[in-house]
C-alpha cells in the first residue's frame, strides 16, 4: 500500500504540473488554480507556496555554511569506520572460508553445492 500511495502521490503531483503547463505556467488560469478559486483557498496555496519557498532558500543558505565545516569535523570519525568495516569485512570474508572448509571436512563434496 505504500507503494500504491507513493504512485499516487506521484502521479497527482504530475497531472497538476502537466495542468499547470498547459496554461502557460500560471496557476491562476489554471483548472487546478480555478478550483482553488471557486473553494476560497487560492490565496491560502499561494502564501503556504511563497513560504516554503523562502524557508527552502534560508535552509540552503544554512546547509551551503554549515555542511562543509560538519563534514570536516565528521571526517576522522568517517575514516574510522571505514576502516572498521573494511577490517569487519576481511575478518567475515576469512569466517566464511573457514566454515566452507569445516562444512566440506563434515560433509565431502558439499562445497560443489554451494
Known amino acids: 500500500w505504500k507503494t500504491l500511495s ?5 502521479g497527482t503531483g504530475a497531472i ?8 502557460g505556467g500560471k496557476l491562476a488560469g489554471s483548472n487546478i488554480g480555478q478550483f482553488l478559486q471557486d473553494i476560497g483557498q487560492y490565496d491560502t496555496v499561494i502564501l503556504l ?7 527552502y532558500k534560508v ?11 560538519y563534514l570536516e569535523k565528521a571526517q576522522p570519525y568517517y575514516l574510522i569506520a571505514q576502516q572498521k568495516s573494511s577490517e569487519a569485512v576481511a575478518k567475515l570474508k576469512s569466517l566464511s572460508q573457514a566454515a566452507v572448509v569445516k562444512l566440506e571436512e563434515l560433509l565431502p563434496g558439499s562445497q560443489k553445492n554451494i
Open 6 to 10: 507513493l504512485l499516487l502521490l506521484l
Open 49 to 55: 507556496s511563497k513560504s516554503m519557498e523562502e524557508n
Open 59 to 69: 535552509g540552503k543558505v544554512w546547509a551551503d555554511k554549515n555542511v562543509p565545516v
Open 16 to 23: 497538476i504540473n502537466a495542468d499547470i503547463q498547459n496554461h
